[in-house]
C-alpha cells in the first residue's frame, strides 16, 4: 500500500490551484479595467488562458488519477464519510471540466476568437 500521493499529482494539484485563483482573480478585477483599454484585454485574455489550462489540468489529473491510487486513510472512514467524500471529489472535478468547456463553448458560439 501507498502512504502518500505521487509526486506528479501532487505537482498537478498546486499548478491547478494556482490556475483556478488566476482565473478567479481575472474574473474579480475586470471591474477595474476600463472598457476597452488594453488592461481590460488582458485580463480577459489572462482569465480564459488560465480556465483552458485548468481544463488541461483536470484531464490530465484525471489520468494520473486512475493510474496512481490515492493512499489509504488510517483509521479507515465510516461508510458514510467515504462515500460523501468520493461524491464530493467527483463534483469538484465535474465542476473544474465543465465550466472551463462552457466558458470556451460561449465564446465559440460568440463567435469571438481566442
Known amino acids: 500500500m501507498r ?8 505537482a498537478l494539484h498546486w499548478i491547478t490551484f494556482l490556475l483556478l485563483v488566476t482565473a478567479y482573480c481575472t474574473m474579480e478585477l475586470r471591474g477595474f479595467a476600463q472598457r476597452g483599454w488594453w488592461q481590460g484585454y488582458a485580463l480577459i485574455i ?11 489540468m483536470m484531464l490530465l489529473r484525471l489520468c494520473l488519477r486512475f493510474r496512481h491510487r490515492s493512499p489509504e486513510i ?3 472512514l465510516p461508510r458514510w464519510q467515504s462515500l460523501l467524500s468520493r461524491l464530493t471529489h467527483a ?3 465535474a465542476l473544474f ?3 472551463p468547456v462552457l466558458g470556451i463553448l ?4 460568440r463567435g469571438r476568437d481566442w
Open 3 to 10: 502512504d502518500r500521493f505521487a509526486s506528479s499529482q501532487i
Open 46 to 56: 489572462t482569465h480564459f488562458s488560465a480556465g483552458s489550462a485548468v481544463l488541461a
Open 106 to 109: 460561449s465564446r465559440y458560439f
Open 97 to 99: 471540466i465543465a465550466l
Open 74 to 76: 488510517a483509521p479507515s
Open 91 to 93: 463534483s469538484l472535478y
